[in-house]
């Protein structure tokens, strides 16, 4: 099947730092990818949807300037959390788009643990 | 805007048995996919089973089946001969067919495997 990965795994940033993460669809091609936020035992939180070629779309309340999201490529779609502070520690997950045999799949990446200290 | 509604946080079942997730949402779309995913300790979304809402029939996956009740707007996950693996956190999702963008996630239900 369908492989997303997610780099890295976890991390640990001094606040005021910039940590990116990568999502990667490794055999197909995503033209849209989407970052969720997860606080531990909640749900998953849209946070931004990825469009390969053009601007994000950002869930309401979520700063675009803080999670600066990039997708330059069909396989690549990376977030940025810029200035980093404690209250952004959390697990973030990607998901890639794909239509295959005629209907649409989603695929998730194997999340990352960021930690602000 | 979509909806989607667990109501039940916590569920435990005796391994070998049988047990049932409830899921319910609300939507005015008419072709849409509804989705079980497991979350296990380690984080990574797994897919459990799907639903074509178009399909009349009720997805099955080996010990996984769903009661897709489309008036009711009903998702329930039927776990049948539940196992150790099994504990882990499961989410009901939805899926707009026609713009096939983002999941519209429940609230999750953890379930917990008694040996």
């Known amino acids: 099947g369908a492989v997303v990965s997610q780099h890295p795994s976890w991390v640990i940033c001094k606040s005021g730092t910039s940590v990116k993460i990568e999502c990667r669809s490794l055999d197909f091609q995503a033209t849209t990818m989407f970052w969720y936020r997860q606080f531990p035992k909640k749900s998953l939180m849209l946070m931004a949807t990825?469009?390969?070629?053009?601007?994000?779309?950002?869930e309401q309340g979520v700063e675009k300037d803080k999670f600066l999201i990039n997708h330059a490529s069909l396989t690549l779609s990376t977030l940025t959390v810029t200035s980093a502070h404690p209250e952004d520690s959390s697990f973030y997950i990607c998901?890639?788009?794909?239509?295959?045999?005629?209907?649409?799949?989603?695929?998730f990446g194997q999340g990352t643990r960021l930690t602000v200290v | 805007a979509q909806t989607v509604t667990q109501s039940q946080p916590e569920m435990s079942v005796q391994e070998a048995e049988t047990v049932t997730l409830s899921c319910t949402y609300d939507t005015s779309e008419n072709n849409y996919y509804l989705f079980w995913y497991k979350q296990p300790p380690s984080r990574q979304m797994i897919l459990v089973i799907r639903q074509e809402a178009y399909k009349q029939q009720n997805a099955t996956e080996n010990r996984f089946s769903v009661n897709f009740q489309k008036a009711a707007k009903s998702f329930s996950l039927k776990i049948s001969d539940s196992q150790l693996g099994d504990t882990a956190m499961y989410f009901c999702a939805f899926m707009n067919a026609n713009t096939g963008n983002q999941f519209y996630f429940g609230t999750g239900t953890s379930l917990t495997v008694i040996p």
């Open positions: 998901s890639a788009r794909a239509v295959l045999t005629g209907r649409i799949e989603a695929f």
């Open positions: 990825s469009n390969e070629g053009s601007k994000a779309t950002y």
